[in-house]
Every structure is written in structure tokens, then in C-alpha cells.
């Protein structure tokens, strides 16, 4: 491979046909043949490939980050690239595209990280201001969210079509066309808006910042957390990586989602002065000089030099039996069993010893006597002190000695969290009133931002999430199917369905087991493998039961028993934890109605304040840290002024949200969650700390209802809702601030 490639050629101008394009099928034929090229072992292939996608993909990362960090954004994603040439999409430019999007996400996720680190390191803060430009364009895309410019910059920049743009983000085809017609409408009112609205009252004004919008530019890939710039994961020969129309896998997700903030400090590089002596930048990113074409080069040979990495060895099969054990080989020299040791003679030294040992006196017998004597009532007598206290704590009303029932089920929480992405299929037992008994099967996959694809094959339902869109589409053969947009992470507004649903199921067991922190889950054998059995009551009549595996606490079985007689049952099969791939969207029919807009949109914690005039509540404590819930997500709706926060561990999730207060102080605020036909009395519960300190909130908890607590002070009003208990959700609203 060159390590230095020529100049690219300029990108194609908008509106035109693109260069080698044929009939329609494909984005760039030309660019596909090297892609072919490339992966029959062709590097001179991949280099002119790369260069002739470079225009596009170097628009699409200046947009997206807002005109920094641009050069080791696009090195970064070309080594991932080429590493997952051999697998993925067999559209190049939207091969390659994907890549950047991915790489782009790190790069988001890499500042909020450093905004937000970990508990003990310290933030810094980045001062840098987006380089976009001054124009009334550039300060209207500025306040857009990093998806929103990535769908302007490739459909009305780069001219792409509308599918090779969704493939390249990994979104539906629809979302597209209504993020870029969204976009043209709010570039159009700006445009005709007076100068006092459209910010034109001071020439040079400098432009707001866009990198703290929100969005995820990992919606179409995934990150790896541990690898400085992702790319560590990744195998030499492109086993993590396959393009838009699969996916990518789960190692490139991000696993934080915290806020970027950009503000003035004192952490300037040298870097950021040339960047910052260039002036505001524009809509169009600076080409590519000779010491990016030479880094890049560097490190593609240093990726096809690499010595690809031993594949793991396999994993052994759960329920087989246990390999044997091969005893360890002893290093050169080390005694090998007994043989016979050759007797070594004795020195001087031991000489002169056994000569003071012969000439010692003789001891007193007596003497000796007593004091063993003495030593044994010692022994005795603590051996019944420690008998005493074994019984004593044998016959105990909390004779725990190991993990709780509800340390396991948290732990089984933590496992499907921590996975990322997972999956599973399902099979259902469920008996009505009547004694009638139906069986399904489900299938469901998840991410840790809550986006979810699940199929019920009785009903032939499919219901999908995709949290990075706030997009819900439901679907049931002979109804209407539900096509909404904009939704919140969860209640008291309009959210994704849960209710009856595996997530909730998992959740609300995890949640009716955590006040069991004195009972040791049962330790037996479920169909040939060793599992643990947790159970609780979930309300006066009914029993739940959750199985785990012994070994990975996997979820097994979740049983729900009236007066000893099985009513509903989840069996889990074909569990499957970091899944590469998964689509969270589906193809509607031709006569659907269009999406129904609720109103909400991905948002930055550092943004929420300037959009909606509100600070979002953030809460001090939060159940089971430090390993528990986390911060996965924002929402706001500009119109009625809510802020909506999302948290979870695993399943499990925590919504909280802050609105202006639709009561006058003083007064109570009617229950603002949809029940259903499920009644509720709420209780009556006056907070110690926090923003409502001293204010009488109302808490729904236990049973099957939503565990919830609202309140207000006649300025704000707050709701916390989500897998809780009663003193959880009063511990969460008492830190509110």
C-alpha cells in the first residue's frame, strides 16, 4: 500500500449523477469494483478507494463534530474500515460511511467522557467553539443534534440517496426523509427570520455549539470502551465490523452516555490555537493535507504488517461436563515428585551445631507438662466460645452467609447490563381465569439505551424502540399499527410499551427480590443444570419465582403462582449476550398513517437549561451503587417544557423528569400517570433534602403498579418512576437538585 496517495478528487457537486453510478442499484460502481479489489488483497485498491470517498466521508465527520478533530476522526475510521473491508455492506461508499458514522460517535463519547469522568478522575473541559461558520446556515445547523447534520450532510451535501444514507446510519428509510425535511424546514425559517431572531445582530457573532446537541452516531455501530479510538477490538481481517446493512458489532457501542459542555478553560493545545487563528471555519471542511495521507498510510501498513491474534480458544459447553484438569508442567529444575533426593552432606557449620546440641543441658519435663496443660484448657475453652457463636448464628433469624437473594438478582441485572447488547428467545405459558392455557413464543433483543425489538409469534406482533430516533412502531396483523415519533424514555409521558413485555417482567422481578436481603436463593437442578431459585411475593395473592443459571446467572425462569397453581411462565432459551447488529426499526405498510409526533428529542444535560428554561433535576444517590443504575439518556420537548432523564441497570430503568409546576403551591398534584384499569391510592410522603425539600409528594409502590413518586412546589414539579422500591423512590426524589 503507498504510504502517501495522491490528492483525492474534488466531491461530486450536489445535485449531479455520481461518478461511476449505473443504474441506480448501487451508490458508486466504481468505488464498489475497488471494494472488490480490496478484498481480494488489492491495498493500491483500497488506497484509491479511500481517496475516492474521502469528499464524502470528510463532509460527513466535519459536520457531525462540528469541524474538530476531523484528520484523526477519519484515520481512525479508515484503519477500522479496512480491518471489516472482507465483511459488510458490498456498497462501498456506504461501507466506508458507516465506519466514519461509527467513528464519529467515539469521538462524541471520548469528549463527554472527559467532560464526565469517573468518580475520583477530574473533567476537563473543552473550550474549543464548532467550526461551522457564521452564516445564518451554519449557527441553524450548529444548534442541530449530531444526527440531524449527518442526514443534511448526506442527502442534500453529498447528494446520496435515500437509502444508501440510511444504510450508511443505520436508520430506516423514513426517519431519513423526515429528519431532512425537518432540517430544510428549520435552515428555511431561519433564512427568512428577522436578524434579531435569526442571531444576526452582531457580525462574527460566534456560533453556538452543536457538539453538545444530542444524538448517538453510534445508532448504526457500536464502541469499545477500553480501546483509545476503537480500534484495538477490531480484527485484522475484519472479524468486528461488517457494514450498515448488518451492522456492527457490539464491542463498538458506547457505554457512556454523559454531556459535552464546551466552555473557556484553561487546557488550550497547540492544536486548538491554529484552529482557533483559522477563524469560525465553514459548511465545508478543509481538504485533506499531505500529513494526514502520510499518517494514515503509516498506519495502514502497520495494520496489514500486523500479525493477526490467535483465535480464543472455545468456550466449553454449559451443560456438559466439567474438562478434565491437566496438571501444570513443572519448570526446568523444580523437584519432580518423590524421587529419590540425593543426601547432602553436612558442613562445618552443622557440625559445631549438633556438638552445642549434645553439650545443652537437660530440660525440665515437669515444667513443660504444665504449660501444654495449660495451653489445651486455653484451646478448650475458646473451641466452646466458637461453637457457641457457629450455633448462635446457625439458628439466627438471618443465617446468610453467602449472596443474598437479592444480591443475585441484582447481580443477574448487572450481567445483562453490562453485556450491551443481548438477546433471547422465549417461550410462554400463560393460564386465564377460565383454566384456558396458551403457549407463545417470544423473541426479544435489547441495548443498554433501551432500544428494544421484540416479536410475539401468536399474534404475529413486532414492536420496536430505537432510543437514538425516539421512534416506536407497533404492529399487530388487522389493526392499525402504532407510528410514533418522539417519545420519552418513560412515564408520565408517552413512552415505548413495557407492560407485559420480557424487559418489564425482568425488571419487576429483580425488583420484588431486592427486599429478600435475608434468604439465600435455593441451589438445585433444573434439567440438567444447576441453576439458583429466588422467590417473593409480588402482591396478596400472587407468588413470583425467578430461576438463574448457577454459573453466568443468566435469566432461566420467571414463574408467577396464585394459591400454588401457575398462571403465567417464561422460559428463556438461546440467551445470548453482546449481539452485533440488531435492527430497532421495521418497514410499515404503504397505507399507514404518518407518524404521530410526541414532541421529544434526544438532548445533551448541558443543553436542556437554553432549550426549555428549566435546569434538569439530577439526583445525588442512585439505587445500587456504585454498580447499579447509570445514566443512559435525555429528553426534552420544547413545547410543553419537560425535561426527561433516563437511568438503568439492565433491564431495569429509572426515569426522571422536571416540568414546569401545574399546581399552586400547596396544592397536591392528581396522579400523572396512566394506569390503565389498575387502582391506585397513593401515599402521602414529605421529603427531607434536596429541591423539594420539605415538600408532601405522593408514591405509588408495591405490587404490580408502577412504582412512582411526584410532587411540586407551585414552580417546578418533578416525577421519578422505574423499577424502585418505596425507599428507594424516596431516597431518589430526597436528592433531586
Known sequence: MPTTPAAPPPPPSGGGARPGEDDGTTTDATADRMLVAARQGSNRAWAALLERVDPDA???????????????????????????????????????????????????????????????????????????????????????????????ALVHRADLPVPAAAAALGVDERVITGVADRVLLQLDAARHAPPSE???????AEASDGDGAAGDPDAAGTTDPDAPDGDAADDPEGAAGDGAAEGTTDLDRPTEAHEVVLDLSDGATSADAEQAEQGGGSLDPDPPGPAFWQDLGRRLKAE??????????????????????????????????????????????????????????????????????????????????????????????????????????????????EAGTWSATIEQTAVDGEGEQTDTTLTITADEDGSFRYEDQAIDRLTTYDAAFAVVRDTIPGFPPRNDQGVAPGGP?????????????????????????DVEPEETQRDGRAVRVMSAPLDDDTQLSYVVDDESLLPVRITWTRDGATVRELRFRDVVLGVGGASYTQELPADAPPPADQGFTPAQ???????????????????????????????????????????????????????????EPGQAWTDPFDRGDEEVTPEDVTLESGRFRDVTAQMVAGGTALPSIWGADGELAFTVAGDLTAEDLQRVASSLG
Open 304 to 417: 496489514r504488517d500486523a500479525v493477526a491474534a490467535a483465535p480464543p480458544p472455545p468456550l466449553p459447553d454449559p451443560d456438559g461436563p466439567s474438562p478434565a484438569l491437566t496438571p501444570a508442567t513443572p519448570p526446568p529444575g523444580a523437584p519432580r515428585g518423590r524421587g529419590r533426593r540425593r543426601r547432602r552432606r553436612s558442613d562445618l557449620v552443622e557440625g559445631l551445631a549438633e556438638e552445642a546440641g549434645r553439650q545443652r543441658s537437660r530440660r525440665s519435663w515437669t515444667s513443660l507438662l504444665v504449660r501444654a496443660a495449660a495451653v489445651l484448657v486455653v484451646i478448650g475453652i475458646l473451641g466452646v466460645a466458637v461453637y457457641a457463636l457457629y450455633d448462635a448464628a446457625s439458628n439466627a433469624r438471618s443465617p446468610v452467609r453467602g449472596d443474598s437473594t437479592a444480591d443475585v438478582a441484582r447481580q443477574s441485572m448487572s450481567v445483562l447490563g
Open 198 to 204: 435569526a442571531g444576526d445582530d452582531e457580525p462574527g
Open 58 to 152: 470528510r463532509l460527513l465527520a466535519h459536520l457531525v463534530l462540528g469541524g474538530l478533530d476531523v484528520d484523526p476522526t477519519l484515520i481512525s475510521a479508515y484503519v477500522r474500515a479496512y480491518r471489516a473491508r472482507r465483511k459488510g455492506s458490498d456498497d462501498a461508499v456506504v461501507m466506508v460511511l458507516n465506519h466514519v458514522w461509527i467513528a464519529c460517535g467515539h469521538e462524541i463519547r471520548r469528549r463527554q467522557r472527559r467532560e464526565a469522568p469517573a468518580p475520583g478522575r477530574r473533567a476537563q473541559h473543552d473550550h474549543r467553539a464548532t467550526r461551522l461558520g457564521d452564516d445564518v446556515d451554519a449557527r441553524t445547523l450548529s444548534d442541530l443534534r449530531p444526527e440531524e447534520r449527518a442526514v443534511w
Open 605 to 663: 444535560l448541558g443543553e436542556i437549561e437554553a432549550r426549555i428554561g428549566l435546569a434538569p433535576l439530577t439526583p445525588d444517590y442512585l439505587p445500587g451503587e456504585p454498580d447499579g443504575f447509570e445514566f443512559t439518556g435525555a429528553y426534552v420537548n420544547e413545547a410543553s417544557r419537560v425535561a426527561s432523564l433516563r437511568y438503568a441497570d439492565g433491564p431495569q430503568q429509572m426515569v426522571i423528569t422536571v416540568r414546569p409546576s401545574p399546581v
Open 493 to 517: 409521558d408517552p413512552s415505548p410499551p413495557r407492560a407485559g413485555l420480557p424487559l418489564d417482567d425482568l425488571a419487576t422481578a429483580a425488583r420484588v427480590l431486592s427486599t429478600e436481603d
